[in-house]
């Protein structure tokens, strides 16, 4: 059975930090491209930074020299780490994989909430 289950969200304040971790099961994660999507009331689901099976990184201008992917292919783990949170990234964020070969794997967590305010 695939999972993906994010943890690590929170309330914290403008200027902090918080690093999120996806924990997945059940599909070679390996082989998997990683990502960290985020979604915030009224908007739409947008990409904020993903990995690839190779280590390679892309961003989201919008968090770009803020925020930090990585992955543990041994403990099956990818981490989103933010820092200089702003109000603008509060959203519920999900940890997504996906692997294109004869057709699309793609698999979803059910995300945890990040709240920026004071």
């Known amino acids: 059975q695939v999972q993906l289950v994010e943890s690590g969200g929170g309330l914290v304040q403008p200027g902090g930090s918080l690093r999120l971790s996806c924990a997945a099961s059940?599909?070679?994660?390996?082989?998997?491209?990683m990502s960290w999507y985020r979604q915030a009331p009224g908007k739409q689901r947008e990409l904020v930074a993903a990995?690839?099976?190779?280590?390679?990184?892309n961003y989201a201008d919008s968090v770009k020299g803020r925020f930090t992917v990585s992955r543990d292919n041994g403990k099956k783990l990818v981490y989103l780490q933010m820092n200089s949170l702003k109000p603008e990234d509060t959203a519920m964020y999900y940890c997504?994989?996906?692997?294109?070969?004869?057709?699309?794997?793609?698999?979803w967590g059910q995300g945890t909430q990040v709240t920026v305010s004071s």
């Open positions: 990995i690839t099976s190779g280590g390679s990184t």
């Open positions: 059940g599909f070679t994660f390996s082989n998997y491209a």
């Open positions: 997504n994989g996906r692997m294109i070969i004869s057709r699309t794997f793609d698999y």
